[in-house]
């Protein structure tokens, strides 16, 4: 892996089995809450964050993860709750669907299969003892570790 100036990198070979197994658990953690609560984006998050705070002593690999993984949550997490609360105020509230409500309901499904993706590929190349930067999340996940 190449290193770029402030950018964190690890050694694949250092990497031990446990560190690239709970790396990898990290991103899988959020994917099964997901399918498990998949109405309530509240599960994911909180289940990133159990996690997260189990693993805040770990090596830093698996910190780099944990917290790759928690930011991305609390990204989508926001999207989706607007998406959930929007839902049920046209179901309960009666409220008319338009437009607005079908295109940010087409802009959180291709964020939510964005993410579900990146997610399968990442916990995979991670158990690998890659090391994988998301686009939007690497940058801030290397300052909050540092």
């Known amino acids: ?21 709970y790396a990898s658990n990290s991103y899988l953690m959020s994917l099964f809450a997901f399918l498990a609560g998949l ?11 159990i996690f997260y705070f189990g693993m805040r002593k770990s090596t830093k690999f698996v910190k780099w993860h944990c917290t790759q993984a928690l930011v991305s949550q609390l990204f ?6 607007v998406g959930f609360w929007w839902t049920i105020s046209i179901i309960f509230q009666a409220r008319e669907l338009n437009n607005y409500y079908f295109g940010y309901i087409t802009l959180i499904l291709i964020i939510n299969i964005i993410e579900i993706i990146s997610t399968i590929y990442t916990a995979v ?7 994988v930067r998301w686009y939007l999340f690497g940058d801030l996940t290397d300052e909050i570790v540092k």
């Open 1 to 21: 892996m190449e290193h770029q100036e402030g950018t964190l990198s690890f050694d694949p070979v250092s990497i031990t089995e446990d560190e690239r197994e």
């Open 39 to 49: 109405p309530l984006p509240i599960f994911n998050l909180i289940a990133t964050i």
């Open 76 to 81: 989508i997490f926001f999207f989706n709750t």
């Open 125 to 131: 190349k991670t158990r690998e003892g890659k090391h």
